[in-house]
Nanobody, 121 residues
Framework: QVQLQESGGGSVQGGGSLRLSCAVS????????IGWYRQVLGKSRQWVAGIAGDGMSRYTDSVKGRFTISLDNAENTLYLQMNSLKVEDTAMYYCAAGQIRGPASCAWDTWGRGTQVTVSS
């Protein structure tokens, strides 16, 4: 029943910043993981960041220290603040949700339509 809709993508030069937003409906914090994936043309989707059942934020190594995931429960909006962007961050970014399997384990099963992020040198 979870529905996700991303926004905030665009084009930016390396070193710049973007803030992605994801409008969330049907999300139950205690029952679902929420996070972000990204996909480069010709490659599979890869996990970027998420908030797991233990409530902790986690990130893939390549974005640690640069990206920040947050969830505004009052606004029902998930954010991904992306700073110090690199060309290799260029991808379609998807808001994602999934079932909690453990404190740090999620079964991701729902994605939004995606928002394109393009970082130029």
């Amino acid at each position: 029943q979870v529905q996700l809709q991303e926004s905030g993508g665009g084009s930016v030069q390396g070193g710049g910043s973007l803030r992605l937003s994801c409008a969330v409906s049907g999300y139950t914090e205690r029952a679902y993981c929420i996070g972000w994936y990204r996909q480069v043309l010709g490659k599979s989707r890869q996990w970027v960041a998420g908030i797991a059942g233990d409530g902790m934020s986690r990130y893939t190594d390549s974005v640690k220290g640069r990206f920040t995931i947050s969830l505004d429960n009052a606004e029902n909006t998930l954010y991904l603040q992306m700073n110090s962007l690199k060309v290799e961050d260029t991808a379609m970014y998807y808001c994602a949700a999934g079932q909690i399997r453990g404190p740090a384990s999620c079964a991701w099963d729902t994605w939004g339509r995606g928002t394109q992020v393009t970082v130029s040198s």
